[in-house]
């Protein structure tokens, strides 16, 4: 995997990088060794909507950079070491709910997919499904807050941001099975 490493227009001190995937080009906004924001697609400026206004306003220490082993994390996931992405820190913002909820979505194993109810159940309140998902849909940190490992109580996929294709393919990666293109 090759990276082109840039840095974003918006967000001060931080660095991006797009590599080329199974998947398609996958672009990650680090600062500080943290993914502020990921996901297939080679535009940065599709990410950085997701990312809270209080980290977009932040100032971030440019030598502390770290983007290679969160890139060498995703070559890993890709060479099937599945749990590499585990390692990776992440860095998001919101209220306590949501922020609890995408803890929760790190402790999901791969290739072991649970449904909203189960999600909302883990995340302490299995009446709070909407929440639940909403907190899958404000997820800036795809792949690494592993979102696509949510999936609907009939074992239909639900939604995926980059596309229920790339989510199949994931969860198929995960659970041993061969990817279809």
Not at 3 to 29: K, M, N, Q, Y
Not at 40 to 64: K, V
Not at 70 to 88: E, M, P
Not at 122 to 150: D, E, M, Q, S, T
């Amino acid at each position: 995997m090759s990276a082109t490493l840039s840095p974003p227009a918006v967000l001060r001190g931080a660095t991006t990088a797009t590599v080329d995937t199974p998947d398609g080009p996958f672009t990650v906004i680090e600062a500080e060794g943290a993914v502020l924001s990921s996901g297939w697609t080679s535009l940065p400026e599709e990410l950085t909507g997701q990312i809270h206004p209080s980290l977009l306003a932040a100032r971030f220490d440019p030598a502390a950079s770290a983007m290679r082993p969160v890139l060498d994390a995703v070559a890993r996931y890709y060479d099937g070491d599945v749990d590499a992405i585990t390692a990776v820190r992440v860095r998001q913002a919101s209220g306590p709910f949501r922020a609890h909820a995408w803890d929760v979505l790190r402790t999901i194993a791969p290739g072991a997919p649970v449904t909203y109810l189960e999600y909302a159940a883990r995340a302490g309140n299995p009446a709070a499904v909407r929440a639940a998902a909403g907190a899958c849909a404000k997820n800036a940190a795809a792949l690494f807050v592993p979102c696509h490992r949510v999936i609907r109580t009939d074992g239909s996929l639900g939604g995926f941001r980059w596309g229920l294709p790339v989510k199949q393919r994931l969860l198929d990666r995960e659970a041993g099975r061969t990817p279809v293109a």
